[in-house]
């Protein structure tokens, strides 16, 4: 993709993001401010009964956030997410107070509000799925 294209890309996106927050759809009633846009998500974990669940917090202008969740056995991870320049999903890491760690992707089928679904891999080799949803 050329420089232009790239460019002109991104201006779409940043300015379809700017009238989402002007709007005032991107901040739900909860949020700290107009430009955080906050999620939940569940999250199961193949071969285990343990699940996790948590919140995601994204900085609309910045394109990232964080990620925080507890799993069912009371572990406690947090992390780091980012959103694609498309506003269709992202990528992430996480790391959780038992030594695990982990890293994830996911799609998002609706922008506001949040929803979607992903995948990821601990560094147990076990397999996380998860869905997003508002909140």
Known sequence: MS????????AVAFSALCMF??????????????????AR?????????????????MNALAFSGTVNGRTTKGVRCKGSVMLNLLLDGGSGTMTCN???????????TSALPPRGTGTGRMS???VVKFKIYPG
Do not use: C, H
């Open 3 to 10: 420089w232009f294209a790239t460019s002109r890309a991104f």
């Open 21 to 38: 927050v002007a709007s005032g759809v991107a901040a739900p009633a909860s949020a700290q401010s107009i430009t955080t846009v906050k």
């Open 41 to 57: 998500f569940d999250a199961w974990m193949a071969g285990s009964s343990e699940t996790m669940s948590g919140r995601i917090q």
């Open 98 to 108: 038992d030594g695990r760690s982990g890293t994830f992707t996911y799609k998002l």
């Open 124 to 126: 147990n080799g076990k």
